[in-house]
């Protein structure tokens, strides 16, 4: 089993900066991929970024430039550091773990981001 807990969100200007963590605890082990997925009232989780336990990183394109993830394996914890915060990144924010076929998922944060 894997715990996740995400901290960091709240309410930012347009134009502002958030710095999301996510805290894992249980079973980590090396080969594992952590992401970050939002979700917007109304519509579909997607994708937002992921690190690979190597640190290899992949974004989606709406975030590139603006948003870069990162993570300390010595303190299992993941950063997605947020700059230049547009109204439409306004969504519940999910840490995910996922190694081989295992999958969890944390609670959200919100990020609101106001115009």
């Known amino acids: 089993q894997v715990q996740l807990v995400e901290s960091g969100g709240g309410l930012v200007q347009a134009g502002g900066s958030l710095r999301l963590s996510c805290a894992a605890s249980g079973s980590i082990f090396s080969g594992n991929i952590i992401g970050w997925y939002r979700q917007a009232p109304g519509k579909q989780r997607e994708l937002v970024a992921t690190i690979t336990s190597g640190g290899s990183t992949n974004y989606a394109d709406s975030v590139k430039g603006r948003f870069t993830i990162s993570r300390d394996n010595a303190k299992n914890t993941v950063y997605l550091q947020m700059n230049n915060l547009k109204p439409e990144d306004t969504a519940v924010y999910y840490c995910?773990?996922?190694?081989?076929?295992?999958?969890?998922w944390g609670q959200g944060t919100q990020v609101t981001v106001s115009s």
């Open positions: 995910n773990y996922k190694r081989i076929v295992y999958t969890y």
